[in-house]
């Protein structure tokens, strides 16, 4: 009985633990896509900035969303920390 009962918490600790994982997994993850999402952005940004660089009215049309995407993706990481 007690081996029983001492197993069964042990299965109960563990899978609690691995939860807390995954959780914290799932975070690190998250925050990496987010950055990752960000730097292809800027990316694209600059060479929308070099492709209209003759061309500033060009490049304030055409670059802006770009820079609009940045901001609203650091905008939504503030609000979520």
Known sequence: M???LS????FLLTGLIG??????YRN????????EEKAEL???HRLCLQKY?????????RCAP???AVQDIDR?????K
């Open 66 to 68: 770009y820079a609009q």
């Open 28 to 35: 690190i993850k998250g925050d990496a896509d987010i950055k």
């Open 7 to 10: 197993l069964c918490l042990l």
């Open 19 to 24: 939860c807390q994982y995954y959780e914290e």
């Open 53 to 61: 660089e003759g061309d500033p009215a060009g490049q304030k049309d």
């Open 42 to 44: 800027l990316k694209a």
């Open 76 to 80: 939504r990481s503030q609000a979520g």
């Open 2 to 4: 007690r081996t029983s």
